[in-house]
């Protein structure tokens, strides 16, 4: 098995600078802003030929006791369980504080082997500067700068030399049949709670506060032999609500998790309603051909009434995932959640559908044999064969004449046609028109 390094110190000492630089990605978000990670992030890294996973944590403090920063503090506790080396990361410039001391006391009753990193040291005497450090009782300080790579390869040896490695000439970069599902929606709708539930875990911190979640969080899963990728995502807000930075940040890493998706499974709340943010939503997923199921969730917490004003909300603002199954669930209850399996695996398959080329055009030719394109003056379109022009999502192409003039209404008439033959439910349908050349064009 790869070895475990956890990233452990308090806030804004360079913790995911370090991470991104460790696992030579760019997965999470980096600013001089305190307490930006909140979650567990866990990445891949290779130095030469081993392999090992890094966990970047928040800022840890060991004594809180309440709010968001003990729900912080459950997540660093877990990585440095799971770990198999402590990284504790201090600021070689701030010097060393009083939480520096209570983390180490933390660490130093663990008895875990810990390596005692000062990060953003280039430029700095390492005899005179770093020496306040020996205080902390955790033996050697390792002077290293995250931001331009010094001292980095020499980490990684110093934290891999007291393990037992094997080279693990079996590891897959890539592995196939692992279904990337994204849980996406407004902020505080349960989105880590539903990801919790499904795990049986305090994975993610999970708050009554919108805006908990700010990086795109992946947690491998597997279910009835079935090997899922969950991804927590940060909730969307309205462009006109989002002031800060961190948050716009937050945005574009959801943005990616959606776009690089096999499935999306959009969350909506029961107790307000589908917004127009829910539909904006809903339509970035639908322009990026993802696969989508529905869930409203909190459906214990409203009346009758209040249910079926959801509902029609939903047909009158969501129209346009007609295809797409809908679930009504309750993360913090657990109700309702089997069901969602069984969708999220057949959104995925109709989006990865084959559709051979003699079955398509055999279903052309009869949608047109039963209705004709409406004639557009003296032409009327002419479809003539359909192929598979690519998958995730499937998309349709069509030859023949005059194409151009296909009404949007037929085009409808035939999607409903091939969804039917096909089982396409749960993903989109692209049907593109390729009109052959009039070869007296020029004559």
Same mark, same amino acid.
């Given at each position: ?373 409406? @004639? ?42 091939? @969804? ?24």
């Amino acid at each position: 098995m790869k070895p475990v390094l956890a990233l452990v110190g308090r806030p804004n000492v360079g913790k995911s600078t370090l991470f991104n630089r460790l696992t030579k990605s760019r997965d999470a978000i980096v600013a001089d802003f305190a307490g930006l990670t909140r979650d567990r992030h866990y990445g891949n890294g290779k130095q030469g030929k081993y392999e090992y996973i890094v966990i970047d944590t928040g800022g840890f403090e060991p004594d809180a006791s309440s709010g968001i920063f003990k729900e912080m503090a459950k997540q660093t506790t877990q990585a440095v369980a799971e770990s198999d080396v402590v990284v504790f990361v201090v600021d070689a410039r701030a010097g060393v504080s009083s939480q520096d001391h209570d983390i180490a006391s933390y660490l130093r009753r663990l008895g875990k082997p810990c390596i005692l990193v000062a990060n953003k040291a280039e430029g700095l005497l390492e005899g005179v500067q770093l020496v306040e450090f020996y205080e902390l009782g955790l033996g050697e300080v390792h002077p290293v700068s995250a931001a331009h790579g010094q001292g980095i390869r020499t980490l990684i040896e110093l934290a891999l030399a007291p393990l037992d490695l094997a080279e693990d000439e079996d590891a897959d970069v890539d592995q196939p049949g692992v279904i990337k599902l994204a849980v996406a929606g407004r902020p505080n709708v349960g989105k880590s709670t539903l990801i919790n539930v499904w795990l049986g875990e305090e994975r993610l911190v999970a708050f009554d506060l919108p805006g908990t979640t700010r990086d795109a969080i992946s947690v491998p899963f597997e279910r009835n032999g079935q090997k899922f990728e969950l991804i927590d995502t940060a909730g969307l807000r309205r462009r006109g609500k989002v002031f800060e930075a961190i948050e716009k940040f937050s945005v574009v890493k959801t943005l990616q998790a959606i776009e690089s998706a096999h499935v999306v499974l959009l969350l909506i709340d029961a107790t307000q309603g589908v917004t127009d943010q829910d539909a904006h939503i809903a339509g970035y997923i639908l322009e990026n051909g993802r696969a989508v199921v529905l869930a409203v969730n909190k459906w214990d917490a409203v009346d009758e009434y209040q249910r079926e004003l959801v509902k029609r909300s939903i047909e009158t603002r969501l129209p346009f995932l007609k295809f797409a199954n809908m679930h009504l669930i309750s993360a913090q209850k657990r109700q309702g959640l089997g069901p969602l399996w069984a969708s999220i695996t057949q959104a995925y398959k109709a989006a990865n559908c084959k559709m051979s080329t003699p079955v398509l055009t055999r279903l052309l030719l009869e949608a047109v044999q039963f209705q004709s394109p409406k @004639r557009a003056g003296m032409f009327r379109p002419k479809l003539r064969y359909a192929h598979q022009g690519g998958m995730n999502p499937p998309v349709i192409v069509i030859h023949g004449n005059s194409l151009e003039h296909v009404t949007d209404a037929y085009k409808r008439f035939l999607e409903g046609r091939f @969804r039917h033959e096909f089982d396409l439910v749960g993903t989109p349908l692209r049907i593109e028109f390729k009109t052959s050349a009039n070869p007296f064009v020029d004559n």
